[in-house]
């Protein structure tokens, strides 16, 4: 496939180009095999109806509408590029990944389509549904075996529409033995129950359904510095005032001792070995992390702390107290630490 014109353009020039005037399509990119890889495994299942996929601002299915929007940042290398440079990471980028969301998307695909949500097994199995969105903030039970675990976050828990879509996820994996991996738990009489009704939808096609049209979702009719501006802004929104007595504590070396060095220069320094430690233990994204350290490291500098040269102690109680501020944000929607 022959790149665009735009492919080579420097981060600043490209940022001012619509999305929409880029010329994207998932035909022809590598995620069409991945694309009919969903719907290879629909049909192994006999099941008829295959989503139609879109090109979107992000992962979503339009309430009402049976189909799937892929983020437009995949379909091309330079794209994702630009994505991993401002966001730091690219949601959906590796196959194993790509398949696990679109999975999710497909059961809410499924559940316009077949209008679950009106069926009273299903609410009494997930709970009711609503017209509201999934809450950006829940307080998840880790440990919980009410839930399928699919995607990160325990993101089942979030609500009843997300506990189906990930519950079907789990079902349509291919060669997982879903009645081994959640033996004894509350959560496989709802993967029994999905089992159950999409072997009831075998070869049937959808009920007569809205037809998407693109104006209705013309989310891409932006620039890409709009669309990273607003992205930045929804990532941003929970950042709280730091606690300068928090980090008085962790970096309490006076500034006139020889041989101390900045806590701001130490943060920078080990930024990226702190960084991918506590995305790997928090599941938090990447983007929030990387703002955190450098709020910190900024107000390290507006206080002049300092360290000793050398404390082997330093990396675990730095570690610590960030994962603590994250795993905050998890629960709360808050970078906050009780006093």
């Not at 309490?252 to 320094?269: I, Q, T």
Request: hydrophobic share 35%; with cysteine; proline share 6%.
């Amino acid at each position: 496939m022959d790149s665009p014109d735009w492919s080579s353009l420097a981060d600043d020039e490209l940022l001012e180009k619509k999305i929409s005037q880029l010329g994207l399509k998932l035909d022809g990119t590598i995620l069409q095999p991945l694309i009919q890889q969903l719907y290879d495994e629909l049909s192994q299942k006999g099941l008829a109806f295959h989503p139609p996929c879109h090109i979107g601002d992000e992962w979503f299915v339009p309430v009402g509408i049976p189909a799937i929007f892929v983020p437009f940042f995949l379909t091309h290398d330079r794209l994702r590029q630009l994505e991993r440079k401002i966001i730091l990471e690219v949601e959906g980028e590796t196959p194993e990944w790509f398949m696990k969301l679109i999975r999710h998307e497909a059961a809410h695909a499924y559940a316009f389509a077949y209008q679950f949500v009106r069926k009273r097994k299903w609410q009494h199995t997930f709970g009711k549904s609503s017209s509201e969105e999934t809450p950006s903030f829940y307080r998840p039970r880790p440990h919980s075996h009410g839930f399928v675990v699919h995607l990160d976050d325990w993101y089942a828990q979030s609500h009843p529409d997300e506990d189906f879509a990930e519950t079907f996820a789990v079902w349509l994996t291919p060669g997982l033995d879903w009645r081994a991996r959640y033996k004894d738990w509350r959560a496989l009489q709802k993967l029994e129950y999905v089992d159950e009704l999409m072997r009831s939808l075998a070869g049937k096609p959808p009920l007569p359904m809205p037809e998407y049209r693109v104006a209705d979702y013309d989310c891409l009719n932006v620039k890409l510095k709009t669309y990273y501006a607003r992205k930045r802004k929804e990532y941003e929104h929970s950042f709280p005032d730091f606690y300068d007595n928090d980090l008085r504590q962790l970096f309490d070396a006076g500034a006139d001792v020889e041989g101390n060095v900045k806590a701001s220069a130490y943060l920078r320094r080990h930024r990226r070995e702190l960084e991918n430690a506590v995305c790997q233990w928090t599941n938090e994204n990447k983007y929030r992390v990387n703002k955190l350290l450098t709020r910190l490291i900024d107000r390290c500098d507006q206080l002049n702390l300092q360290i000793k040269a050398y404390d082997p102690k330093q990396n675990l109680q730095v570690s610590a107290y960030i994962t603590t501020l994250v795993m905050n944000h998890l629960f709360t929607g808050k970078f906050k630490r009780r006093k």
